[in-house]
């Protein structure tokens, strides 16, 4: 049986980027117009859809998906 890939959506990826460019949350907000319970909910779903428990487990996701070139979006 052929496994699914996980991919992130377009604004998944946008945020967990933004989450691990240093910038606070509060300017990422302001700057994309994003709402903070927005960004939270994007968050929550990359955590749930790639089973991970804290921001910490999805900076080391995302790390080794782009140093290997795995990282895919919708």
Do not use: A, D, P
């Amino acid at each position: 049986m052929k496994q699914k890939v996980k991919k992130y959506s377009k604004k998944e990826y946008q945020v967990v980027k933004y989450l691990f460019s240093g910038v606070s949350i509060e300017s990422i907000c302001k700057e994309q117009s994003f709402q903070k319970k927005t960004f939270s909910t994007h968050i929550g779903n990359v955590k749930n859809k790639f089973g991970l428990q804290s921001k910490q487990q999805i900076y080391y996701l995302f790390l080794i998906q782009k140093r290997l070139k795995l990282i895919e979006y919708t």
